[in-house]
């Protein structure tokens, strides 16, 4: 793996023994039908498609089998997100992060250089970091990351046996009648929906619980603690929605709105918050607690 200038890892393709292109281009637009050729030409004409020592090759250089290649992605145009990530920890074994809204923790679709992940590399110099776990591109808060590659199953091992304790807070609509409940642990089974970028509650035995708790009234809004106990996708988002307390600013429950490409209202804030992780190190063996300096409004 290499990395540029801007913190963004590459990508290793092989080029076997039992195939025949003409060229690299030939070889790359066939392995990647689904990038158009006149993108493969650009990222060769700007140095993006690489030897495995780093070198720069050409569209038009030889096919050369059971070798490998590197090469960088390349967007024309990319959104701008304005607010700072802050490094709360760091040693030789993990990087805390405190994400601010917006900002998406690895790059996918639009966004490369604007992501967390690539954001720590060029600060930290670490190219080796790799994300222990993920939040949502629209929730602020508390992201891990693990330095030593030999390392990393241990720490995501934590989060896929659920012994990590996370806490989020949220700000969603005063509910007197919910409120009068709380505390109380919501359990639901939520699968996907028919649009991907929503989930939705279904009959069945409960594969997500969430217990929330009341942190203070602010009419008509209030402040909650939630502490999932499972790690299933927009849980959160969706048991809120579910209770009739859609979390504030939420663009996707209950109402899924058109996706905003480049311009971005950061006055629309999904008041969610990664606030608190718990967990025994793997490789130290100490507690660790760490904590966000965020505060949601």
């Not at 046996?161 to 009068?180: H, N, T």
Request: charged share 25%; aromatic share 10%.
């Amino acid at each position: 793996m290499k990395v540029n200038s801007e913190g963004v890892s590459s990508s290793r393709v092989y080029l076997p023994a039992d195939t025949t292109h003409a060229n690299l281009l030939d070889f790359f637009i066939n392995t990647f039908p689904h990038i158009e050729k006149s993108e493969w030409v650009n990222r060769f004409n700007e140095g993006l498609v690489l030897t495995a020592d780093g070198q720069p090759v050409q569209a038009i250089d030889a096919y050369r089998p059971n070798t490998h290649l590197m090469y960088f992605r390349r967007l024309a145009r990319e959104p701008e997100i304005p607010f700072e990530e802050e490094i709360l920890f760091q040693d030789e074994h993990l990087v805390v992060a405190d994400k601010p809204h917006f900002l998406p923790v690895t790059p996918s679709g639009l966004y490369l250089h604007q992501t967390l992940l690539n954001r720590l590399k060029k600060k930290t110099g670490i190219q080796t970091l790799s994300p222990i776990h993920r939040i949502d591109r629209d929730t602020a808060g508390l992201v891990l990351f693990s330095i030593q590659p030999d390392e990393r199953a241990r720490y995501q091992n934590l989060f896929r046996d659920r012994i990590v304790k996370k806490v989020y807070e949220a700000i969603a609509p005063y509910s007197e009648a919910l409120i009068q409940r709380l505390p109380i642990t919501y359990q639901s089974r939520l699968e996907e929906s028919k649009h991907f970028l929503q989930m939705q509650e279904v009959q069945g035995e409960p594969n997500a619980d969430t217990f929330i708790e009341l942190i203070e009234v602010n009419q008509p809004w209030a402040k909650y603690r939630l502490t999932p106990g499972s790690g299933k996708k927009h849980q959160l988002r969706c048991h809120l929605n579910a209770l009739n307390i859609p979390i504030q600013n939420d663009q996707i429950y209950p109402i899924l709105t058109p996706y905003q490409e480049y311009d971005l209202d950061f006055s629309k804030q999904l008041k969610l918050l990664a606030k608190e992780i718990h967990f025994k190190d793997p490789i130290s063996n100490v507690d660790r607690i760490f904590s966000s300096r965020r505060k949601l409004d």
